[in-house]
Nanobody
Framework: QVQLVESGGGLVQAGDSLRLSCAASARTYITYAMGWFRQAPGEEREFLATITWSGNTDYAESVRGRSTISRDRGSNTLYLQMSNLKPEDTAVYYC??????????????????WGRGTQVTVSS
């Protein structure tokens, strides 16, 4: 069983930057795809970014150009650097790990392990 723990959320102002972290408890499945999602109240969980073990990445249009996903293989940590934050970025942010897919994985159904989330609130 792999546990994922997100951190780095908080209350920020529009235009600020933020870096989210996700620590994985074990190296099991660590070569598989990882991703970031978010969920606002009353909304479905939304894909943001995904990364493969080799470092290939893909982003949703909503964050493309102002977000960077990365992973530290040595520490089993996933990151999401976000800049120029907007009030519509307010949501709970989740990291996820697949035990099935190696490639870029943009669908919530492709992931098997999820963290409990970290709240990001952007004030205008």
């Amino acid at each position: 069983q792999v546990q994922l723990v997100e951190s780095g959320g908080g209350l920020v102002q529009a235009g600020d930057s933020l870096r989210l972290s996700c620590a994985a408890s074990a190296r099991t499945y660590i070569t598989y795809a990882m991703g970031w999602f978010r969920q606002a109240p009353g909304e479905e969980r939304e894909f943001l970014a995904t990364i493969t073990w080799s470092g290939n990445t893909d982003y949703a249009e909503s964050v493309r150009g102002r977000s960077t996903i990365s992973r530290d293989r040595g520490s089993n940590t996933l990151y999401l650097q976000m800049s120029n934050l907007k009030p519509e970025d307010t949501a709970v942010y989740y990291c996820a790990l697949s035990r099935t897919y190696y490639g870029l994985s943009t669908d919530v159904r492709m992931y098997d392990y999820w963290g409990r989330g970290t709240q990001v609130t952007v004030s205008s």
